[in-house]
Nanobody, 122 residues
């Protein structure tokens, strides 16, 4: 089992950057596929980025490709999401999640953080 805590959200202007962090507890962080989801008001929670256990395989949703970068430091049990060129439509609650499955499957993330709010003003 793994516990996840996000940090780094906030209020920024369009075009700004933010970096979210996800700190994981436990000694098996490097066995989990990690992902970032987001949920805007009135919308479903969607996977926007994910990374394999080794970091060699990544997934990005089209909406963030080229602007967001996912990374992980297994030695520190931490995952990051660098968000550049933020847009008002990026406003959402961002969640980090962990999956014990061997491949990235959006519906198979078992552990979740509490979420952190990102608000982008125009």
């Amino acid at each position: 089992q793994v516990q996840l805590v996000e940090s780094g959200g906030g209020l920024v202007q369009a075009g700004d950057s933010l970096r979210l962090s996800c700190a994981a507890s436990g000694r098996t962080f490097d066995t989990y596929i990690m992902g970032w989801f987001r949920q805007a008001p009135g919308k479903e929670r969607d996977l926007i980025a994910a990374m394999s256990t080794s970091g060699r395989i990544t997934y990005y949703a089209d909406s963030v490709k080229g602007r967001f970068t996912i990374s992980r430091e297994n030695a520190d049990n931490t995952m990051y999401l660098q968000m550049n060129s933020l847009k008002p439509e990026d406003t959402a609650v961002y969640y980090c999640a962990a999956s014990g499955l061997g491949t990235i499957v959006p519906g198979k993330f078992d552990y979740w953080g509490q979420g952190t709010q990102v608000t982008v003003s125009s």
